[in-house]
């Protein structure tokens, strides 16, 4: 049956797993996925897990179903997390206009976003994703039935926000387009708007009724703080409360900043005119979910109950995530001291240093990227980094070759 079945290509980001695990050189290095790793470059179950796993040890009654937009306890904890430390976003929840529901990580809540979107937008069925984006982005948006486009983003030449660009290209979308924008931490590039930027993006936004999806899969990284990197979301709270704009749509995962990878756990939120209307999206969710997985896993997301409700694991996961940011800032730091000041490369690694979270975007071309990985190093062919994969113990090797492929 499958005989005219053609292989497809590996995947750009997971692809690279495979390659270094197959790989026996002892010194390999992987800068492909964006996975924390310690300072010996050994994966990390924070303490703050760790101790809800203990908990929920002693204390689970079942392995029963959730409902299909997921367990009301972890979809109440979620709106508080993100919706109750600014005045907009309590305001907006006051009124019963915040609808959140459990999803598969950030893959699987923009999936249902998108297929929502297609199903219930009228006023457009295309999405711009800024140039570059996630790899995984466009395929996740156009399997939902949405077709994509592209907005200036990443100015190469300066490695920064191309802003004139970006907001060039806002203004000339049909109105009603769809944007998706990452709330921080960019993927791949490191690069974020700053607030003011953010403001002249929010204008755009408003005077051209576009549809804002967020994208907040690295929250915490940015600053140290997952309740300052919500710095975005209040500017986009307020912006609806004060009526600038009708609505947006925000998919968030504890992937990253709970290092719950594996367990696939994460929330959409959407805005609503209030409780009449939440009550009416909420009943066409369970029309979309049921039918693509039914009703989300539990496990990880009873895990993100306890850290959020127990004070104590709250308190531990604040500080686990600081540990992880900080590790990362240290690690951009040893790299970028290890070009400049050992191998004394000649080019501008400042780009190292001013992005922020997981990924440094490189400027590396192809050519050089393919040399990397002949000497065992693996990073995405767009020359994206995970500061995640560097450690005290590699970083000389690290730069040494890259310090190879950039000067011969
Ligand atoms: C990444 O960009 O490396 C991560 O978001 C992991 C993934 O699924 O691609």
Same mark, same amino acid.
């Given at each position: 049956?499958?005989?005219?079945?053609?292989?497809?290509?590996?995947?750009?980001?997971?692809?690279?797993?495979? %390659?270094?695990?197959?790989?026996?050189?002892?010194?390999?290095?992987?800068?492909?996925?964006?996975?924390?790793?310690?300072?010996?470059?050994?994966?990390?179950?924070?303490?703050?897990? $760790?101790?809800? &796993?203990?908990?929920?040890?002693?204390?689970?009654?079942?392995?029963?179903?959730?409902?299909?937009?997921?367990?009301?306890? /972890?979809? &109440?904890?979620?709106?508080?997390?993100?919706?109750?430390?600014?005045?907009?976003?309590?305001?907006? %929840?006051?009124?019963?206009?915040?609808?959140?529901?459990?999803?598969?990580?950030?893959?699987?809540?923009?999936?249902?976003?998108?297929?929502?979107?297609?199903?219930?937008?009228?006023?457009?069925? $295309?999405?711009?994703?800024?140039?570059?984006?996630?790899?995984?982005?466009?395929?996740?948006?156009?399997?939902?039935?949405?077709?994509?486009?592209?907005?200036?983003?990443?100015?190469y030449k300066t490695n920064?926000?191309?802003?004139?660009?970006?907001?060039?290209?806002?203004?000339?979308?049909?109105?009603?387009?769809?944007?998706?924008?990452?709330?921080?931490?960019?993927?791949?590039?490191?690069?974020?708007?700053?607030?003011?930027?953010?403001?002249?993006?929010?204008?755009?936004?408003?005077?051209?009724?576009?549809?804002?999806? %967020?994208?907040?899969?690295?929250?915490?990284?940015?600053?140290?703080?997952?309740?300052?990197?919500?710095?975005?979301? /209040?500017? /986009?709270?307020?912006?609806?409360?004060?009526?600038?704009?009708?609505? /947006?749509?925000?998919?968030?995962?504890?992937?990253?900043?709970?290092?719950?990878?594996?367990?696939?756990?994460?929330?959409?939120?959407?805005?609503?005119?209030?409780?009449?209307?939440?009550?009416?999206?909420?009943?066409?969710? &369970?029309?979309?979910?049921?039918?693509?997985?039914?009703?989300?896993?539990?496990?990880?997301?009873?895990?993100?109950?306890?850290?959020?409700?127990?004070?104590?694991?709250?308190?531990?996961?604040?500080?686990?995530?600081?540990?992880?940011?900080?590790?990362?800032?240290?690690?951009r730091k040893l790299l970028h001291d290890k070009l400049k000041n050992t191998y004394k490369n000649p080019l501008n690694w400042d780009h190292l240093l001013n992005q922020?979270?997981?990924?440094c975007y490189t400027g590396l071309k192809?050519d050089q990227v393919?040399r990397l990985? &002949?000497k065992?190093v693996?990073?995405?062919?767009?020359g994206?980094i995970?500061?995640?994969?560097?450690?005290?113990?590699?970083v000389d090797n690290l730069a040494k070759a890259i310090h190879e492929v950039t000067t011969n």
């Open positions: 049956a499958w005989a005219s079945v053609q292989a497809a290509p590996a995947d750009k980001i997971l692809g690279l797993t495979v %390659l270094y695990n197959n790989d026996t050189n002892p010194s390999k290095i992987n800068l492909g996925v964006g996975a924390y790793r310690d300072n010996d470059g050994k994966p990390w179950i924070l303490p703050s897990v $760790k101790a809800a &796993e203990q908990v929920l040890a002693q204390t689970e009654t079942n392995k029963e179903y959730v409902p299909i937009v997921g367990s009301p306890k /972890f979809n &109440e904890l979620i709106k508080k997390m993100l919706y109750s430390h600014d005045e907009a976003g309590k305001k907006l %929840l006051e009124d019963g206009r915040v609808l959140t529901a459990q999803g598969i990580s950030g893959t699987g809540s923009l999936r249902v976003l998108g297929e929502f979107v297609r199903t219930f937008y009228p006023k457009s069925k $295309k999405v711009l994703v800024p140039n570059p984006t996630w790899a995984n982005h466009v395929a996740i948006l156009e399997k939902a039935g949405l077709t994509t486009g592209k907005y200036s983003y990443y100015d920064a926000l191309d802003e004139a660009g970006l907001l060039n290209d806002l203004a000339s979308a049909e109105p009603g387009t769809v944007v998706l924008l990452h709330a921080c931490c960019h993927n791949p590039t490191g690069v974020d708007p700053e607030l003011e930027q953010w403001d002249k993006i929010l204008d755009v936004v408003s005077q051209k009724q576009l549809l804002p999806i %967020l994208d907040m899969a690295y929250q915490g990284f940015r600053s140290g703080s997952p309740i300052d990197d919500l710095a975005i979301l /209040f500017k /986009f709270n307020k912006a609806v409360v004060d009526g600038k704009i009708s609505n /947006f749509l925000l998919s968030q995962s504890f992937a990253k900043n709970m290092g719950l990878y594996g367990e696939r756990v994460g929330s959409l939120s959407l805005i609503t005119a209030g409780p009449e209307e939440t009550a009416r999206v909420k009943s066409q969710l &369970e029309k979309v979910i049921r039918p693509l997985y039914s009703s989300p896993p539990s496990h990880g997301s009873k895990l993100v109950e306890i850290i959020l409700s127990d004070d104590a694991i709250y308190q531990q996961w604040l500080k686990d995530v600081r540990v992880m940011s900080d590790r990362l800032v240290e690690m922020k979270g997981m990924f192809e393919k990985i &002949e065992s693996y990073l995405t062919s767009d994206r995970s500061i995640a994969g560097i450690y005290p113990a590699n």
